[in-house]
T-cell receptor, first 112, second 113 residues
């Protein structure tokens, strides 16, 4: 079982809708989390970084962290076809050190 | 403006052959990572280096060795390649581990036949 879990999808949303991506984690002591976007055949790139409870907004993206429930979410408002990609949630690997572990990723499809 | 550079981009090996994947970053980052990505498995950490001269095992280290030659370079070696090591390999670096963004190289697609 991975320490960071995601639903693999695909998640399909119509253009202009809100896409909601979720991630749960097992280590209650984890402090910081990342959302990366990966287009097919490309490298992952950072979308959001969150380390405190609550919401963090950046343009059309909002990351939410709930430490009590051990989940992280990413909301994409006004979804565009260019948002179609795999979204990877990442957090600390248990055992100490600065090791970053990733979920399996959720594939998002934004349909015209 | 190179960022993280991996070589080679593609490689085909026969079972039992050895090879080294090279990774270099020009961002003066302290932390470097090697991941493998397989369908349905996401990115899995092979090895991690917090600084020059230090390395630490990740989630799937068996069959691999690494060297942090200096601050810029972090190489991954397969001593005796197996078909199970067919994957896309990504090198990444970050300034300060978990508190900063990780930047990824373009990946190496390795096939072991």
């Amino acid at each position: 079982q991975k320490e960071v879990e995601q639903n693999s999808g695909p998640l399909s949303v119509p253009e202009g809708a809100i896409a909601s991506l979720n991630c749960t984690y097992s280590d209650r002591g984890s402090q910081s989390f990342f959302w990366y976007r990966q287009y097919s055949g490309k490298s992952p790139e950072l979308i959001m970084f969150i380390y405190s409870n609550g919401d963090k907004e950046d343009g059309r993206f909002t990351a939410q962290l709930n430490k009590a429930s051990q989940y992280v979410s990413l909301l994409i408002r006004d979804s565009q076809p260019s948002d179609s990609a795999t979204y990877l949630c990442a957090g600390p690997l248990t055992g100490g050190g600065n090791k970053l572990t990733f979920g399996t990723g959720t594939q998002l499809k934004v349909e015209l | 403006n190179a960022g993280v550079t991996q070589t080679p981009k593609f490689q085909v090996l026969k079972t039992g052959q050895s090879m080294t994947l090279q990774c270099a970053q020009d961002m003066n980052h302290n932390s470097m990572y090697w991941y493998r990505q397989d369908p349905g498995m996401g990115l899995r950490l092979i090895y991690y280096s917090a600084s020059e001269g230090t390395t630490d095992k990740g989630e799937v280290p068996n069959g691999y060795n690494v060297s942090r030659l200096n601050k810029r370079e972090f190489s991954l070696r397969l001593e005796s390649a197996a078909p199970s090591q067919t994957s896309v390999y990504f090198c990444a670096s970050s300034l300060d581990g978990l508190n900063t963004e990780a930047f990824f190289g373009q990946g190496t697609r390795l096939t072991v036949v």
